[in-house]
């Protein structure tokens, strides 16, 4: 059974920093895309950043040069270092695998729980 655990979410004031984590089990990280997509209140589900490979990336325009998506293979786990939040910043956020390199999210197989990101101003 595949699981996806997120975890690092957290209420930071703007200008602050969090690293977002998301183990997998049931499933090896390196054989897939691994992304993060968000939720915020009333909006639609949108795409954040993209690892396939682990050397090619892809970012929502809104997070590059803030945001850095990274695989550590030897733990299964994705991280989403966050520096330089935006209250705009704030939802919930969701790490998904795919088989496919792919930044849509219906192609993403697999889904955690998510984990809530607060941005204060």
């Known amino acids: 059974q595949v699981q996806l655990v997120e975890s690092g979410g957290g209420l930071v004031q703007a200008g602050g920093s969090l690293r977002l984590s998301c183990a997998a089990s049931?499933?090896?990280?390196?054989?897939?895309?691994s992304a993060w997509f968000r939720q915020a209140p009333g909006k639609e589900r949108e795409f954040v950043a993209h690892?396939?490979?682990?050397?090619?990336?892809y970012y929502l325009d809104s997070v590059k040069g803030r945001f850095t998506i990274s695989r550590d293979n030897a733990k299964n786990t994705v991280y989403l270092q966050m520096n330089g939040l935006k209250p705009e910043d704030t939802a919930v956020y969701y790490c998904?695998?795919?088989?496919?390199?792919?930044?849509?999210?219906?192609?993403?197989?697999?889904w955690g729980q998510g984990t809530q990101v607060t941005v204060s101003s």
């Open positions: 998904a695998a795919s088989r496919l390199n792919t930044r849509s999210s219906d192609s993403y197989d697999y």
């Open positions: 049931g499933l090896t990280f390196s054989s897939y895309s």
């Open positions: 690892i396939y490979w682990n050397t090619n990336t």
